[in-house]
């Protein structure tokens, strides 16, 4: 749990399993407030795992305080970017990585989450009844479903699900989406890589969130879950609680979640995943 005068002070619960078809584990995680993120290395590419490992390697140092401005986020991602792509040749070079996840933010005394993606890891928000997917994918089919070629039902059974538009490393130079939304007392974060959410569906989720109090045993039973519908890829679930959040008596903030910065034209992304879109086609 963080200290009580954080502007959000949080209970977090974590795990995370190689599931039953990969031999290596290649995500990694930081959750340790006011950092919740997960980083998913893509093993399309050699040394997935490293890629990642060095991205969250990247955020530790800034572990343990009250709060991160979006400066901090965004200098660690820069940081992550050039440590990925430094990789060398049998240790990593060539390896990309998703990151999506959550930190805790101070807007003017007042306690927000400041989220960030790049990738098809996701984070999810349950508040007040109201369970939301906060990141947008970076995939071939979210662009499909966004462009009205392709049914959001029909994305989750699609052949190019795991084909990512955006990555860090990998060839990629593309930034990260942000959004910046105000914490409410009983909010819930989801952070998941796609092994999870590929195995579970909306409402899959929904329910083990609502059903299990405690976040540690939610992301236990989460990924135990996702082992028993096939664990065909690694599994990581990182749940959030805000316990007590910091506001002030006369807030009139909106509670939709605002984009911190436009996204960057899919267009002039190089692709990355498990498998690149390049390669998926037939050439890299």
Same mark, same amino acid.
């Given at each position: 749990m963080t200290h009580p005068t954080a502007p959000i002070a949080?209970?977090? /619960? !974590?795990?995370?399993?190689?599931?039953?078809?990969?031999?290596?584990?290649?995500?990694?995680y930081i959750a340790a407030a006011p950092l919740f993120l997960v980083a998913d290395g893509m093993g399309g590419h050699n040394a997935g795992e490293i890629a990642s490992a060095a991205v969250i390697g990247e955020f530790a140092p800034l572990a343990g305080r009250e709060s991160l401005t979006i400066d901090e986020v965004q200098t660690a991602v820069t940081a992550s970017r050039r440590r990925v792509a430094m990789l060398p040749?049998?240790? /990593? !070079?060539?390896?990309?990585?998703?990151l999506a996840g959550v930190v805790i933010a101070d807007v003017d005394g007042e306690g927000y989450w400041l989220a960030i993606n790049v990738g098809d890891s996701r984070?999810?928000?349950?508040?007040e009844g109201r369970f939301e997917q906060v990141?947008?994918?970076?995939?071939v089919v979210q662009e499909l479903v966004d462009s009205g070629q392709l049914a959001a039902d029909a994305a989750e059974r699609d052949s190019r699900r795991n084909v990512i538009t955006r990555?860090?490393?990998a060839g990629s130079d593309s930034e990260p989406d942000y959004w910046l939304f105000p914490a409410e007392e009983g909010d819930r974060i989801l952070v998941c890589s796609d092994g999870l959410s590929g195995e579970l569906d909306r409402d899959a989720l929904h329910a083990i969130l609502l059903t299990e109090t405690d976040p540690q045993a939610a992301a236990t039973r989460l990924v135990h879950e996702a082992m028993v519908r096939g664990g065909r890829d690694n599994i990581t679930a990182l749940?959030?609680?805000?316990?007590?959040?910091?506001?002030r008596a006369n807030r009139t903030w909106e509670r939709d979640t605002v984009p911190v910065s436009a996204p960057a034209d899919p267009a002039a992304d190089i692709d990355g995943d498990t498998l690149p879109r390049a390669v998926a086609?037939?050439?890299f």
């Open positions: 949080v209970a977090c /619960g !974590a795990a995370t399993d190689a599931g039953l078809r990969r031999r290596i584990n290649e995500d990694a040749p049998g240790a /990593g !070079a060539g390896a990309g990585t998703t984070t999810y928000r349950l508040s990141s947008v994918d970076h995939s990555a860090i490393g749940v959030v609680d805000a316990l007590a959040v910091r506001t086609t037939g050439g």
